[in-house]
């Protein structure tokens, strides 16, 4: 069974700046089976990043996503001040489908 | 458009059931697979269960096998999920989404929350 690990816990930047959020995985991810959610205070998540790199529809360009194995990262370009939430990555490959604990991503 | 309105959370005593739905539209039922995914307050997400509307395969997390039942009913595009011998360790917002083998789990409905208090 796959663990996903996420870091940092919390990452604090200014709008306009670049954010890196990395996800480990305990063994490697098949077929780049890894995606990425955005969940901002109550609200549902919303796909952000599936295939490790392929933006869902309707995804700003500033979010990007990269990794294979068991090393995954999502970066956001350019903060948007609607970008400040926590975001999860999720190993969608299989039963049963695993998130990682999260990154909030808040104002500096 | 694909929609997913969730319906049915409310609050429970320990020991009782409630039964969760989630009414879809604007997809095929039967080529997708859909999940319940849940998460405590101030707390994560967590997988609860999933259903393969191709292979009509089912799982469950080990927290909730034996005691939450999901089903489909393709005639209403609707998920549902019955959940019995309820903890207080189960109260948690209940989501639904849809999913593909490609894409992942790509749309989700607001939730529906769950509270089990005595």
């Known amino acids: 069974e796959i663990v996903l690990t996420q870091s940092p816990g919390t990452l604090s930047l200014s709008p306009g700046e670049r954010a890196t959020l990395s996800c480990w995985a305990s063994?490697?991810?098949?077929?780049?089976?890894l995606a990425w959610f955005q969940q901002s205070p109550g609200q549902a998540p919303r796909l952000l990043i599936h295939?490790?790199?392929s933006r869902a529809t309707g995804i700003p360009d500033r979010f990007s996503g990269s990794g294979s194995g068991t090393d995954f990262t999502l970066t956001i370009s350019r903060l948007a001040p609607e970008d400040f939430a926590v975001y999860y990555c999720?190993?969608?490959?299989?039963?049963?489908?695993?998130f990682g604990p999260g990154t909030k991503v808040d104002i500096k | 458009e694909v929609q997913l309105l969730e319906s049915g959370g409310g609050l429970v005593q320990p020991g009782g059931s409630l039964r969760l739905s989630c009414a879809a539209s604007?997809?095929?039922?039967?080529?997708?697979?859909m999940i319940w995914v849940r998460q405590a307050p101030g707390r994560g997400l967590e997988f609860v269960s999933a259903?393969?509307?191709?292979?009509?395969?089912?799982d469950y997390a080990d927290s909730v096998k034996g005691r939450f039942t999901i089903t489909t009913d393709s005639s209403s595009n609707t998920l549902y999920l019955q959940m019995n011998t309820l903890r207080a360790e189960d109260t948690a917002i209940y989501y639904c989404?849809?999913?593909?083998?490609?894409?992942?789990?790509?749309?989700w409905g607001q939730g529906t929350l769950l509270t089990v208090s005595s």
């Open positions: 989404a849809k999913g593909t083998v490609r894409q992942g789990w790509d749309y």
């Open positions: 604007g997809f095929t039922f039967s080529s997708c697979a």
């Open positions: 259903i393969n509307g191709v292979d009509g395969s089912i």
């Open positions: 063994q490697s991810v098949s077929n780049n089976y």
């Open positions: 295939g490790a790199s």
């Open positions: 999720q190993y969608y490959g299989g039963s049963p489908f695993p």
